[in-house]
């Protein structure tokens, strides 16, 4: 029944979790990357994700990398399809259905942190 299909939403959270917004429908998954500048140079020599950037590296984040993983609000395909989607270092698998996906990625310089 489309009229009972779940659409995945982006939403923004601030600290009240009960005043949460949607942004936008079709988002799926979401992940970040955080761009460390090791020489004091202004350009992220490596990237990591939250878990691996270390709490002495904070401090030396300029940049951010993000990838969505989008689909569509209804059934495009002609056939039920099963793909595997790499954002960033993460992998992700989706169920076998008939929506159409794309990834999108980009990176974010952090002005405020960069001096030159």
């Known amino acids: 029944d489309s009229n009972n299909v779940f659409v995945p939403i982006l939403y923004a959270v601030g600290s009240n979790w009960d005043n949460r917004q949607p942004i936008v429908n079709g988002v799926e998954n979401i ?3 955080y761009g ?4 004091g140079n202004g350009t992220a020599d490596r990237f990591a994700n939250a878990t691996n950037v270390g709490a002495a590296n904070w401090e030396q984040v300029v940049s ?16 039920n399809s099963v793909r ?16 159409q996906r794309a990834v999108y990625t980009t990176t974010i310089q952090l002005r405020n942190v960069v001096d030159n």
């Open 31 to 33: 992940q970040f990357q």
């Open 64 to 79: 951010i990398k993000v990838a969505l993983l989008v689909r569509s609000l209804g059934n495009v395909l002609e056939a």
């Open 84 to 99: 595997t989607y790499n954002l960033l270092d993460a992998t992700v698998t989706t169920p076998a259905d008939r929506y």
């Open 36 to 39: 460390i500048d090791g020489d």
